[in-house]
């Protein structure tokens, strides 16, 4: 088989013989996809057959398929919770997978207002190392020369903790920008960054952006690609350039270091780098004192070819704002993963956002998917569903993901939906639809319905000393802003006009409801300044009312009209913002403490 057959691609070959392995790979798997799945269901259920929680559905060692979706029930991670606090609180022995777990990687899913804990194994590590080396052989069929410069990513660790038995629980890319795998890589030309592995490893968000900019500055005519995990990732690293860009350019024109970097290994890398470049300050003052902000991204890298970030799902909304700041360069999707599994990656990844499709790649877990009915009630006790097979799989037809990992995760449902877009060879190709349940979100946050209700309820208690309650209330995630941040909509019954409350009260109100929001929502608000104030907007009375009227008269049953507890439509947006008649912000950062033990015995 000639190596340029391996991926239909314009562009022709593979860039090395690296790459022509990278890719021949992806085609073994994906042609032979199902026979894969049934090896890696196999392998997970001998290594696990003597832990407790396979025991307990007596498979009596079975590994084939039917045995085991007739024994395994389908679970959340509620179900395993009790489990997984065990190990979380030292019982070593093999309760989920026989393997000792290494660490807990901490998802942005939340349950009961904190994070998700995933367990994790150390292979695992070789596992997404191994979707990792897929991406650029990839990507070098389709942007040529990458091998001639440099990525200006914005990349960062979050802060850490350990559970009460002393494993670590983090973020899954902390765990992967700390692990030798990334620090101690080996030398690839078509994937070098600007940034040094001392910045991305500051835990200090602002330190770690500063030097990280920085060093993107210096070496401007050497990038080709500018990304960040997600959209909001990027658009925050502008923002930072908006407001710093006067200090930049003064180390740049004196050769010197902020002060504000004191970490001794920053201070000592960036040593190596800054020098005094008097022209390049000009410059810098030049394009950023310009209150026209228009392509900022490709006047000052001039040779970048493409934005790397996350544009699916939630951080679609972001898309204009990159599309201001870059020209409208090409925006890359290239990988699809989670806390408890990386997934796979996007074999066309130049096309437009709302044309991408991820790849699954049949060696990274075993996969199943629950056919997803949009207007079901989600009851799953009384009669099991049927789950499908990844080669069985119908295009067009939405489906939630369910997941069987090594680590000890059985038939667990991750809460994504997905849309079958097509084949590459036997494997399914996927447009991410959305996280199930997932009302809010801006950053790695996601708010679901139930929460928003109880930070409302908890907000709407400052008003009962002046007799006043929510009648009605929406909300909205506003990106216009950078960082972007919650909009709720409040509708309210004021009993007594003369006892009102005041402007400080409803600002408190603000605050009130973002205490009562989860653990990683506080967290980008307060360490990673990544989510702005949330803001109430007080609407006339009357206002919820006219919003049926209209929904009515675009066809809604009025029997069944529910209020939207999340608005996107933009003429429903323009009724609500034309009957504000007061807007309020949080006026101080909710409570976040990244020492506090959350994971408690």
């Known amino acids: 088989m000639a190596v340029d057959s391996l991926l239909s691609s314009p562009l022709g070959p593979p860039a090395c013989e690296k790459d022509a392995k990278a890719l021949q790979f992806i085609e073994e798997m994906t042609r032979n996809a199902d026979a894969v799945q049934e090896n890696v269901l196999a392998q997970i259920l001998t290594r696990n057959a ?27 991670y509620e179900d395993l919770q009790p489990l997984i606090q065990r190990i979380a609180n030292g019982d070593r022995s093999p309760i989920l997978s026989a393997h000792p777990v290494s660490e807990f990687l901490t998802s942005s899913g939340t349950s009961a207002g904190e994070r998700k804990l995933m367990p994790t194994l150390r ?27 440099k990525g200006l990513y914005f990349l960062f660790i979050k802060s850490e903790t350990k559970t009460p038995g002393g ?11 700390k692990s030798d795998h990334f620090k101690t890589r080996p030398y690839d030309p078509y994937n070098v960054y600007t940034s040094p592995n001392e910045t991305i490893l500051c835990p200090d968000s602002f330190q770690s952006m500063y030097t990280q900019m920085l060093c993107g500055l210096y ?10 995990v997600f959209a909001s990732g990027l658009l925050r690293a502008i923002r930072f350039l908006q407001l710093n860009w ?8 004196t050769g010197s270091l902020n002060q504000k970097v004191t970490d001794p290994s920053l201070r000592e890398c960036l040593a190596q780098i800054v020098r005094p470049d008097p022209n390049l300050a000009e410059f810098i003052a030049r394009e950023c004192g310009e209150d026209n902000w228009e392509r900022i991204i490709t006047r000052i890298w001039p040779n970048t070819k493409y ?41 066309n990844p130049m096309c437009k956002p709302s044309e991408v499709s991820y790849t699954i790649m049949p060696n990274m877990a075993y996969f199943e998917f629950l056919p997803h009915e949009p207007n079901s009630n989600g009851s799953t006790h009384n009669s099991p569903p049927k789950l499908v097979d990844l080669a069985d799989l119908e295009i067009g037809k939405e489906y939630e993901l369910v997941i069987t990992t090594y680590a000890g995760l059985y038939r667990y449902q991750v809460g994504d939906i997905l849309r079958v877009t097509g084949f590459h060879n036997s494997a399914p190709q996927f447009h991410f639809v959305r996280r199930k349940n997932v009302l809010l979100s801006i950053d790695a946050d996601k708010t679901d319905e139930a929460e928003l209700q109880g930070a409302v309820e908890n907000a709407s208690r400052l008003l009962r000393e002046f007799n006043t309650s929510v009648v009605e209330y929406t909300s909205y995630a506003d990106t216009q802003t950078i960082p972007g941040h919650y909009v709720i909509y ?20 603000c605050l009130a409801m973002e205490e009562s929001l989860n653990s990683v929502y506080r967290q980008c608000r307060v360490a990673d300044h990544s989510i702005g104030p949330l803001e109430i907007r007080v609407v006339k009375n009357g206002t919820f009312e006219e919003l049926m009227d209209y929904a009515i008269s675009r066809g809604a049953s009025i029997n069944q009209y529910k209020v939207p507890r999340c608005v996107t439509f933009t003429p429903i947006m323009e009724l609500l913002d034309s009957r504000v008649v007061s807007t309020h912000f949080s006026q101080s950062l909710p409570q976040w403490n990244p020492e506090r033990r959350r994971y408690k015995k």
């Open 167 to 177: 494993l670590l629980a983090r973020p899954v890319l902390t765990s992967y920008y």
């Open 307 to 347: 934005l790397d970030v996350i544009v699916t799902g939630a951080m679609a909304q972001y898309i204009p704002t990159l599309d201001y700041y870059s020209g409208g360069l090409p925006k890359a999707c290239t990988m699809y993963a989670s806390s408890e599994c990386y997934f796979g990656l996007n074999l």
């Open 123 to 149: 292979e695992e590590l070789d596992r997404r190392q191994l979707l990792y080396s897929l991406l650029m052989p990839v990507m070098n069929l389709y942007v040529k020369g990458l091998d001639k410069g």
């Open 50 to 76: 003597n832990t407790e929680y396979l025991r307990g559905f007596n498979l009596d060692g079975a590994t084939d398929r039917e045995t085991f979706k007739s024994k395994i029930p389908m679970v959340t």
């Open 219 to 228: 070496e401007r005519e050497q990038v080709l690609r500018v990304g960040a």
């Open 246 to 253: 006067q200090q930049l350019a003064a180390d740049i024109q």
């Open 490 to 509: 409040w509708e309210l019954l004021v009993k007594d006009s003369t006892n009102s409350p005041s402007d400080h009260v409803l600002d408190q109100c």
